[in-house]
């Protein structure tokens, strides 16, 4: 994970996490807690930048729709990855129906649809769902 005040890449083991572990080069406290969950995190307009933008660790963010069919077998991957990745990239749901904002900003046409960021920055683009080893496959890089 990456300091939110010095921007060096941190690895923390996953049992070290309650104990309050600091960045290896400023010391500064890193917020391990709130990334090491195993659920995906529900992104909105309001809350992008935060869990977004501002994460110290990749993001797979996953725009989805309620009437999508396709949705409804992708979500249970996003889930899946999403436990198997605690820590090391937060994954995010946003409905894009309910987050037009968003949505408009990074032109999503279609849903499902991926988009990798990190360090604030879009990395990857990715319509449509992903089988999980391509996800894996895909997401290896980042991790």
């Not at 249970?76 to 904002?101: Q, Y």
Request: net charge positive; hydrophobic share 40%; with cysteine.
């Amino acid at each position: 994970m990456r300091c939110e005040k010095c921007n060096t890449k941190n690895r923390v083991p996953a049992g070290r996490i309650d104990a309050e572990p600091k960045c290896g080069r400023c010391a500064n406290a890193l917020p391990v807690r709130e990334l090491f969950v195993p659920q995906p995190v529900m992104v909105t307009d309001e809350n992008f930048e935060k869990a977004v933008l501002s994460c110290p660790l990749p993001v797979l963010m996953y725009c989805w729709a309620p009437w999508c069919p396709t949705c409804g077998s992708v979500t249970p991957i996003i889930d899946e990855f999403a436990r198997e990745s605690k820590g090391k990239v937060r994954v995010g749901k946003i409905n894009i129906d309910a987050n037009r904002n968003t949505a408009a900003r990074y032109n999503v046409m279609s849903v499902p649809y991926l988009f990798v960021f990190d360090n604030g920055k879009l990395l990857e683009s990715l319509p449509g769902g992903l089988p999980k080893h391509e996800l894996m496959m895909k997401m290896a890089h980042y991790l």
